[in-house]
């Protein structure tokens, strides 16, 4: 059954790190506007609140994975997952966000009336099953772009043939008790390094087992250069300084990572190598066969995975499985890994646009055949914008640009008495993929995202501060973009 409820100005989808910063931007830039966010889960916080394995924490740093407009003043600069959800919730609580949620509340499709100049936007209530309809005039999706339900799981040969536990990270189960086990994690991602130096702790063995190597860097967990500018400099003025310092240090890594990856390979390996000493082969098991930052760099916090390696309370396997059997993993090299606990940290699946159905004037929309506006919105798509975050840089500082950037598109239409914004492909663009990116995660479903142009403002830079000037200080009298 459905329920016909209200109608306001802004529907923000998903209550994560992105969807409370875009309520936030609104009640800083726009207060005149309503807006109401549906969340499908019962708690805000998104991924902070759905990971709960052991040792989560961001692999970005908290001056540039915090928000922009709210300063973060732990020491800790790599943060743990409790830390960061605190710290969304916070800002909501600030920002008086939380009387907005709505949770159990899952957007299953949105359609666009060109005479009403609306869209109605279905959702289904968790417990009932009974469906609201909310009419809005625009819709700014922060969703994120993976799979809330699953994470990826590959086919393993025989894995019912194992007396063991099996569990995937992205679902956790609460009482898992691993004290004194033997434990092999399946992965070398940002979950794997993660979770290895956490468990390593309290296991009898643990195995991290990998196909092939990820480049792995030892970022600091605080930052001394913060702890001395405190003493001289008020706190919001630290934040800020440090914030710039990191985003030009990542720009750094990454232009070197396409104009000279021979110099950084050979630089983030050496530092391996001092941290794992002369007798460790780190040719097998952290040096990969690609350039860095052809796939995501992971950082571990003061070497945390290589002390657990030195000290012997973890190992790096590198080889293939074979096949599961009643003890453990049989590998292709003839080795057998016993195991009482096996863990996949094997990754995510994307779905783009939280998997809602959108359709304009009745027609289905498929993603795939729209060009990317700005990094947020889509050729011939009406009222509509998303956050998606950075690949070579932290999440938030793209989320940030794109909220105060719709937030002055809410303004400049109210100011106008606009009540469509559309983007509109002029001219000639060259087609590119939208995530230029070879992770696992990417190339299994890079067919179902929508394409990026060759040229601005189709093209989607992966520059924070090529988008700064463009999106914060840019006009928004593009040519490609039609107001009415």
């Not at 009540?419 to 000639?428: A, K, M």
Request: aromatic fraction near 12%; proline fraction near 4%.
């Amino acid at each position: 059954m459905t329920n016909h409820s209200e109608s306001i100005d802004v529907l923000i989808i998903g209550a994560g790190l992105s969807g409370i910063g875009g309520a936030c931007h609104l009640r800083r830039n726009s207060p005149d506007r309503s807006f109401m966010i549906l969340e499908s889960r019962e708690a805000s916080g998104g991924t902070w609140d759905l990971f709960r394995y052991p040792g989560i924490r961001s692999d970005s740093d908290m001056y540039t994975f915090g928000y922009g407009f709210k300063l973060w003043s732990d020491k800790s600069s790599i943060a743990d997952g409790h830390k960061i959800l605190s710290y969304i919730r916070e800002a909501a609580a600030e920002y008086d966000v939380e009387q907005h949620i709505r949770y159990q509340h899952k957007v299953v499709s949105a359609s666009w009336s060109s005479t009403q100049s609306r869209w109605l936007v279905t959702a289904e209530r968790g417990h009932t099953g009974e469906r609201v309809t909310i009419s809005c005039k625009f819709i700014f999706s922060c969703s994120g772009y993976y799979d809330y339900e699953q994470g990826y799981t590959p086919e393993f040969a025989g894995i019912d043939n194992f007396k063991g536990q099996v569990i995937h990270a992205q679902h956790w189960p609460e009482q898992l008790d691993y004290q004194g086990k033997h434990v092999v994690v399946i992965g070398s991602g940002a979950t794997a390094v993660t979770l290895v130096p956490a468990m390593s702790q309290d296991t009898a063995s643990l195995v991290m087992l990998q196909r092939t190597p990820t480049y792995i860097a030892s970022v600091p967990k605080e930052q001394p250069l913060a702890e001395t500018l405190r003493k001289w400099l008020p706190d919001s003025w630290v934040f800020r300084l440090i914030r710039w310092k990191q985003v030009l240090f990542q720009l750094y890594l990454y232009q070197l990572s396409r104009r000279n990856p021979q110099r950084l390979r050979k630089y983030l390996l050496g530092l391996v190598r001092k941290e794992m000493g002369p007798d460790y082969d780190v040719d097998t098991h952290f040096t990969p066969d690609y350039n860095p930052w052809d796939q995501r760099l992971c950082g571990v916090p003061d070497g945390d995975l290589f002390a657990a390696i030195r000290e012997n309370r973890a190992e790096v396997v590198t080889d293939h499985i074979d096949q599961f059997n009643k003890e453990g993993i049989y590998l292709k090299s003839g080795k057998q890994l016993d195991a009482d606990i096996v863990v996949l940290a094997t990754g995510l699946n994307l779905k783009f646009a939280g998997g809602v159905e959108y359709s304009v004037d009745g027609k289905v929309l498929d993603f795939a055949e729209h060009f990317i506006f700005r990094g947020m919105m889509f050729s011939g798509l009406p009222n509509m914008a998303f956050t998606v975050g950075y690949t070579n840089s932290s999440w938030t500082l793209k989320a940030d640009l794109t909220s105060q950037y719709v937030s002055r598109l809410l303004n400049k239409m109210a100011r106008h008495g606009y009540t469509t914004v559309t983007p509109r492909l002029t001219g000639e663009v060259e087609e590119m993929p939208l995530l230029d990116f070879d992770a696992g995660y990417v190339l299994r479903s890079r067919e179902s995202f929508p394409k990026q142009g060759n040229r601005l403002p189709w093209k989607n830079y992966q520059n924070y501060i090529r988008d700064f000037i463009g999106l914060r200080l840019g006009r928004q009298n593009d040519d490609e973009l039609e107001f009415r």
